[in-house]
C-alpha cells in the first residue's frame, strides 16, 4: 500500500477530526481530496513541493489545516468547525513532480489512498 489514509468517521456539526495519511512512495507533491456522494472528486488542500505551503478550498479557508511530517513520510487534515457539507470520502494523494504553488487537480496527482469516509451529521 503506498498512501494509507486513517481518522474519518461521524461527527456533529461544529465538531473536528484530524485525518491521516502515510505516504510510502518517493513525492514532492500531497494533497487531500474528497468526494461526495453524486459529486465529483476536489481539491480540498495541496501543498506543491516538500517545502512549499499549503493551498485550500475556498469552502475549507479557515476552517481546515494541512500540515506534514517530512522525516515520517506522513501528512495530516485538522478539519474544524464541520458542517454536513463536508460529508464526503476524503482521499490523500501524492506524485513525484512538484506542482506550481496553488493548483490542486485530480490529474495531478499519480498515487492515490483507498479513502476514508467523513460524516457529519446530528
Known amino acids: 500500500v503506498q498512501l494509507q489514509a486513517s481518522g474519518g468517521g461521524l461527527v456533529q456539526p461544529g465538531g473536528s477530526l484530524r485525518l491521516s495519511c502515510t505516504v510510502s512512495v518517493e513525492y514532492h507533491a500531497i494533497g487531500w481530496f474528497r468526494q461526495a456522494p453524486g459529486k465529483e472528486r476536489e481539491g480540498v488542500s495541496c501543498?506543491?513541493?516538500?517545502?512549499?505551503?499549503?493551498s485550500y478550498a475556498d469552502s475549507v479557508k479557515g476552517r481546515f489545516t494541512f500540515s506534514r511530517d517530512n522525516a515520517k513520510n506522513t501528512m495530516y487534515l485538522q478539519m474544524d468547525s464541520l458542517n454536513p457539507e463536508d460529508t464526503a470520502i476524503y482521499y490523500c494523494a501524492a506524485d513525484g513532480y512538484p506542482l506550481e504553488p496553488g493548483r490542486c487537480r485530480v490529474g495531478d496527482f499519480e498515487f492515490w489512498g483507498w479513502g476514508t469516509q467523513v460524516t457529519v451529521s446530528s
Open positions: 501543498i506543491g513541493s516538500r517545502d512549499g505551503s499549503p
